[in-house]
Every structure is written in C-alpha cells, then in structure tokens.
C-alpha cells in the first residue's frame, strides 16, 4: 500500500533522512523505533507531506505523493495523523471535532457526519463525552478523541507519532488498546512508539531508525531478540 523508495530529506544542510527505502503493506501495522533525533518523526511527517521530500518518492496506493501535481489536501484526507500533543479544536465539542472536517472537507451532512462521529466515539469508549469539551477531558480522552477524530475522514492509512508519549502512565493503556483494537480491523498504521512491549505485541514489523538511515527492518521477534546491528542493541539495552 506504501511504497518508500530512496526517500532523503535536509532541512538547510541539515541531512535528516538519509535514503530510505521499505513498503508497508495493506493492514500491515508498522512501529518506528529509536533514538531522539533519529528522524522518526520527520519521517512520519513526510507520509503525509507535512514536510516536503528532499529527494525519493512515496507511493500510497500507486499515487506519487512526491510529485507535484498530486494534490496534498487529498493525500491528507487519506492518511490519518495522530500527535502526541493532540491538537484538538478546544472551542469545539468532542462530537465537533469528530464531524468538522468530514462536513466541511468532504460534504458530509451534519447528520450523517454525527452519525459517524457517535459511531466512532463509541468506539473509543467515550459515548458519553460527545458534548464534553476538550478541556474538561483527561490526557488519555483526549488522545482517544483525537484518534476517532482521524478515523472520521475514513482514511486508508493512519499514522501516530508517539501518541502515549505525553500522558500520565495510568492513561497510557486505554489509548493503546484503543490501537490495538483499530489495529486488527485490519488498519494499514505506522507507529513511533517508546512503547516496546506494545511495538512487539502489536506490531507485524519493526522499523529502526538512527541517525536519518534505516538500521532494521524486521518481525518484532526477531528484533526484540535478535537484532542485526550494535546500534539496536545498544538502544535496545538502554530501553528495556
Ligand atoms: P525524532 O522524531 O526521531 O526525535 P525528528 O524527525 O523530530 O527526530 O528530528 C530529526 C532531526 O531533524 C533533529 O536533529 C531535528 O532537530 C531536526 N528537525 C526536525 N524538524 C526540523 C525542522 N522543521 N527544521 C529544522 N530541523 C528539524
Ligand atoms: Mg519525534
């Protein structure tokens, strides 16, 4: 479903990205690892062309999103982004953060994008905040709202950069069961995530990044177990 090949990204001389190559494939959930500065989330970022490719191309679907005629507001609308910080619309309701985009992006009718949005938040175990506003939500709320949020545009792909990352750890769980579950619907999902014992639960591959370039690419058994190179090793010893 995503095709990654030779992909490079520089910010100023700043070499962030250097050369990756891989495929996720439909209903493939994917998790990104390693150190801080590593690139992960700029190669996140570049999934959906919230940074721009230097050089390479990414193919979702067939579709080089890398080319400059592809339209960019329909690439997003096809791949989901989730954020460690949330990023909800705090002037809206819980259920209008859900049907905002959908009614104005894709021409939902109010209703029909309610509808939707109670479906989702159902989902996300949270029926009973739909007229609750963001502020009154704890973290982990929060961030299950900003993942049914995502999955109102009905997208193909969704991607989550460390979306446990800024929450009290006793939240930390409701939101990756709330993945887990999203995950065998069989959701095509790429994820950056400290969460090791999730990563290799979870995830069918493991992607480790260090220093822009892509160190491994293998099952979380073998990973976790097993890894190739020093630099996982090492990393993997100073995180579990
Ligand atoms: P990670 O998510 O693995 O911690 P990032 O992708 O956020 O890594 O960052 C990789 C490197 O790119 C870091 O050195 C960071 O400072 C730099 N970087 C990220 N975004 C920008 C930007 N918009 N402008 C300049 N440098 C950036
Ligand atoms: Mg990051």
């Known amino acids: 479903m995503i095709k990654i090949d030779n992909l490079y990204k520089q910010f100023g001389k700043l070499e962030v990205l250097k050369g ?25 970022r570049c999934m959906n ?3 721009k490719p230097t050089a390479g191309h990414i ?23 989730v954020f460690q910080h949330f990023y909800l619309f705090p002037h809206k309701s819980v259920l209008e953060n859900l049907t905002y985009a959908p009614m104005k992006v894709k021409g939902q009718s109010k209703q ?4 939707i949005g109670l479906e989702l938040l159902a989902k996300v175990g949270l029926s009973e905040k739909a007229n609750e506003y963001p502020g009154r939500l704890s973290g982990g709320q929060k961030q299950r709202v900003a993942i049914a949020r995502a999955l109102a545009m009905q997208p193909e792909v969704m991607l989550f950069d ?14 990756l069961d709330v993945m887990k579950s999203l995950a065998h619907t069989g959701m095509t999902m790429a994820i ?13 591959r493991v ?8 160190v491994e690419d293998a099952p979380p058994n073998e990973f976790f177990t097993n890894p190739n190179s020093n630099r996982a090793k090492d990393f993997l010893q100073k995180m579990l």
């Open 59 to 81: 193919l979702i679907n067939d579709l080089d999103i890398t080319d400059k005629k592809t339209n960019i507001m329909k690439v997003r609308q096809n791949v989901g982004m």
């Open 112 to 115: 029909e994008a309610e509808k």
């Open 207 to 214: 992607l480790f990044l260090d220093g822009g370039v892509l």
């Open 49 to 51: 062309l919230l940074e």
């Open 162 to 175: 460390e979306p446990t990352s800024a929450l009290d750890p006793e939240m930390v769980k409701e939101v």
């Open 20 to 44: 990756i190559t891989t495929s996720i494939k439909e209903g493939e959930v994917v998790a990104i690892i390693g150190p801080s500065g590593s690139g992960k989330s700029t190669f996140l």
């Open 192 to 204: 950056v995530t400290h969460e090791m014992g999730f990563a290799r639960e979870v995830a069918d």
